[in-house]
């Protein structure tokens, strides 16, 4: 089906805010990133640095829906962190007979997802569970890698339901809630956004025994970065925003690729008249030349580099560029893991 849009335009101040938005929350991103690495043992602060970064993910999909893009972004997203945000989210308000817990396989494989979508199919299942429970009971959540997927499973012990209505559960408007207008859109959103994440979604149930929805979810194969590398590949990163330049070359640096820097077009060229590199990472909106300026300019002399294109705009994304010879082009905001990840697959 085409992918109708609606009908409104984008206005020139509005992209500007998205594009700077785009910028603000790579490097917020970024920067949540590098504080993970250096506080992995320090339990007090890598809460919040998952707050930063849950809320950084969610921020970029609200910037997303601004642009009034349908297609929704989706990144690759690991499960501990939409899980981190449930907990906070939850544990405030849980009833006190209630436990939940949350067991996750280690070496969990990633998913390529839209963090706010599955953040509030989760949410809604377990809001489901807790309110199956009418004094005490346990809720245990789930995931553990199978083949090349991801099984979720989300365990109550609350009150089940019926055989006769458990084949009614996920059609719109049902519900069994008597004092809630509107009710019964819970499971029908849930349904439709793991459809969309081209997973499936089960359940079974007894009554006054408890429920069970069993989710799976395609994995993301591939999904480690390679840690260790023994040769060092010169890498030109141009982009105007001077905060995500040293971010990422600091924690391209720790990965042993040779960073040079430039933050404008002028100066990119400078560098690679200067130098030999093994690849260019480059920011399409930049003072002086812009990035696909800088390209046209770099193809003339060396049509081999592989070149990554980075920008704020989806139509640069939709669009072709053939005697650029584009080798990837990312959406802002990327993560760093994504870019990393490319960068190998283009040079090792
Ligand atoms: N874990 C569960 N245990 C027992 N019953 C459940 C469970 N999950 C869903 N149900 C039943 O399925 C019905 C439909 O759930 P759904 O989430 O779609 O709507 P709802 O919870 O009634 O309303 P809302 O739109 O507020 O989510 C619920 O009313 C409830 O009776
Ligand atoms: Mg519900």
């Not at 999909?61 to 893009?69: E, G, R, Y």
């Not at 990554?308 to 705009?313: A, H, K, P, Y």
Request: glycine share 4%.
């Amino acid at each position: 089906m085409p992918n109708k849009k609606a009908n409104f335009t984008v206005s020139s101040e509005l992209k500007q805010a998205i594009h700077d938005l785009n910028n603000i929350f790579t490097s917020t991103l970024a920067s949540s990133e590098i504080l993970e690495k250096l506080c992995k043992n320090n339990t007090k602060i890598s809460k919040y640095t998952q707050t930063i970064k849950t809320n950084s993910l969610q921020a970029i999909d609200i910037i997303n829906a601004l642009t009034n893009n349908r297609t929704k972004i989706k990144k690759s997203i690991a499960i501990i962190d939409i899980v981190s945000k449930l907990k906070m989210t939850l544990k405030p308000t849980l009833p006190k007979g209630v436990k939940l817990q949350f067991q996750l396989a280690k070496n969990l494989k990633k998913v390529d997802a839209n963090y706010s979508d599955l953040y509030r199919a989760f949410l809604n299942l377990l809001i489901n569970a807790i309110e199956s429970i009418t004094a005490f009971g346990t809720i245990v959540f789930s995931a553990k890698n199978k083949n090349d997927q991801i099984i979720i499973s989300i365990k109550d012990s609350g009150k089940g339901i019926s055989k006769g209505k458990l084949k009614n559960i996920f059609d719109e408007g049902f519900s069994l809630k008597k004092d809630k207008l509107n009710a019964g859109l819970g499971l029908t959103i849930v349904k439709k956004i793991i459809e969309n994440h081209k997973g499936s979604i089960d359940v079974s149930s007894k009554l006054n025994v408890g429920t069970e929805f069993i989710i799976t979810l395609p994995a993301i194969i591939n999904s480690e970065v390679k840690k260790y590398k023994k040769q060092t590949h010169k890498i030109l990163l141009a982009d105007d925003d001077k905060i995500i330049l040293e971010l990422f070359s600091d924690l391209l640096s720790t990965y042993n690729y040779d960073i040079t820097t430039a933050f404008n077009g002028k100066m990119a060229i400078t560098e690679f008249n200067n130098n030999k590199f093994d690849l260019i990472i480059i920011d399409k909106i930049m003072p002086f030349l812009d990035g696909l300026e800088c390209i046209s300019l770099i193809r003339k002399t060396n049509s081999t580099i592989p070149i990554i294109l980075t920008t704020g705009s989806q139509e640069t994304i939709d669009k072709e560029y053939p005697d650029l010879k584009i080798a990837k082009k990312m959406k802002k905001p990327w993560s760093f893991e994504d870019m990393l990840k490319t960068i190998q697959n283009l040079i090792g």
